[in-house]
């Protein structure tokens, strides 16, 4: 079992930045990749970014490189998104997520390869 718990949204105005955290425990945090998820109302959940299990692979969705940052500190169990340049597009709630797979090698964009998540954080920014 594992327990992911984000933190870090809120009320943002356009071009202002956001940190979110994402604070895991229950299963080794430190042989998972993780990714960064959104769902804004009446649209599909699509991936923001991945990290790989050692940090050493990072991946971005188009829409949101070049503004975002993920990093992870695994002596504390969280990753984190740094998110600057904020839009109102990126309004939406962000999910944290832990790949299935231990010590997977590629970052997968892939709901379906993420098998715990948490409760998700709200995350606005307005115009």
């Known amino acids: 079992q594992v327990q992911l718990v984000e933190s870090g ?43 790989s299990w050692n940090g050493g692979t990072t991946y971005y969705a188009d829409s949101v490189k070049g503004r975002f940052t993920i990093s992870r500190d695994n002596a504390k169990n969280t990753v984190y998104l740094q998110m600057n340049s904020l839009k109102p597009e990126d309004t939406a709630v962000y999910y944290c997520a832990a790949d299935r797979f231990p010590r ?14 948490g409760q998700g954080t709200q995350v606005t920014v307005s115009s």
């Not at 430190?30 to 599909?44: C, N, T």
């Open 9 to 51: 949204g809120g009320l943002v105005q356009a071009g202002g930045s956001l940190r979110l955290s994402c604070a895991a425990s229950g299963r080794t945090f430190s042989v998972s990749g993780m990714g960064w998820f959104r769902q804004a109302p009446g649209k599909e959940r699509e991936f923001v970014a991945g990290i």
């Open 104 to 117: 997977r090698i590629t970052i997968t964009r892939r709901h379906n390869d993420y098998d715990y998540w």
